[in-house]
């Protein structure tokens, strides 16, 4: 266990992510989402596989005993990727973040539906917090429906991301079956390599030959993308998940500012009261994972059997 490092590691990751999304959303006027899905996994990929060598894991980062497993991840996290990106476009970049939170939460419910895991009453009440949350940053988009002066774009910019973080979710709960078998550093390899090949499926709904700045940040995006994947991972290395996990909510404080000094974007109060509820309802859910890892480790210990 090494916390300080993993915290590090980890707030790398949150602000690469960060900075990724708001160099898609410098490009999201002129470059369509699938184009940008594509700048984004494939560039990162030398990246990848530069840290797979260093870490003398590429053999097992190629190697893989699902291959359907990894395209469907793959499908619907492109899909989540290309969605996120499409949102970008349509709304502060505060806002998106804040509606993505509704992901680790909608993975609650998708993991108790199709893995059969078994959710309680305080991470199920968690999970009705923080989608509360989640319609409260919603609330003002989704009640422009029929408003002549409203701008009917950002109502769609909230439905997008919404689908987003539901697709992104259930890649979640591919990714989970998927350690089942498969190595950590083949799930990133094949994502990246899925994702792009996907992604070129796009091509004929109007990819655009972008300027050289338009070239330059793409490409950056992607190599932070593919950055923020190595931190991501090493950050889980080096401590438990329930300790760097709480980390991810920085990732609002980097929004409202890069959105406020950078997009002229300043955030309402209902915004910010939503993204707040979904903040606590995340990390009462991780609070609640470390407590029940406890006790199964005390359980262990004992010889009996945890009912977490």
């Not at 530069?50 to 497993?69: D, K, Q, S, Y």
């Not at 998708?110 to 199920?124: K, S, T």
Request: proline fraction near 5%.
């Amino acid at each position: 266990m090494q916390p300080t490092r993993a915290i590090l590691f980890k707030l790398t990751a949150v602000a690469l992510f960060v900075a990724m999304s708001s160099l898609i959303k410098a490009v999201s006027d002129d470059v369509p989402p699938g184009q940008a899905v594509f700048f984004r996994s494939f560039f990162a990929l030398p990246v990848i596989i530069g840290w797979l060598v260093m870490r003398r894991e590429l053999a097992v980062g190629l190697r893989t005993t699902n291959p359907m497993g990894h395209l469907w991840r793959g499908l619907v996290g492109s899909t989540a990727m290309g969605l996120m990106f499409m949102g970008l476009g349509l709304l502060p970049l505060p806002e998106v973040t804040a509606i993505g939170y509704a992901a680790p939460l909608l993975v609650v419910i998708f993991a108790a539906m199709f893995l059969g895991e078994d959710v309680r009453l305080f991470r199920l009440g968690s999970v009705v917090l923080g989608l509360i949350g989640v319609l409260i940053v919603l609330s003002p988009r989704l009640s422009a429906f029929g408003d002549a002066d409203a701008d009917p774009s950002q109502t769609l910019g909230a439905i997008v991301v919404l689908a987003g973080a539901t697709c992104a979710a259930l890649a979640q709960v591919f990714i989970r079956k998927l350690v089942q078998t498969e190595q950590t550093a083949s799930i990133v390899f094949w994502f990246s390599v899925t994702a792009s090949c996907l992604s070129l499926l796009t091509l004929p709904f109007g990819w655009v030959v972008p300027t050289v700045s338009q070239m330059a940040m793409l490409v950056l995006a992607g190599v932070f993308g593919g950055l923020a994947q190595i931190f991501l991972t090493s950050s889980f290395r080096l401590a438990d998940a329930s300790l760097v996990a709480p980390f991810d909510y920085a990732s609002m404080l980097l929004a409202l500012m890069v959105g406020y000094f950078v997009f002229d974007e300043v955030p309402t109060p209902v915004m910010l009261l939503g993204a707040s509820l979904v903040i606590l309802a995340g990390v009462l859910i991780i609070w609640r994972e470390r407590q029940l890892g406890l006790d199964r480790g005390r359980a262990r210990k004992g010889g009996v059997t945890p009912q977490g």
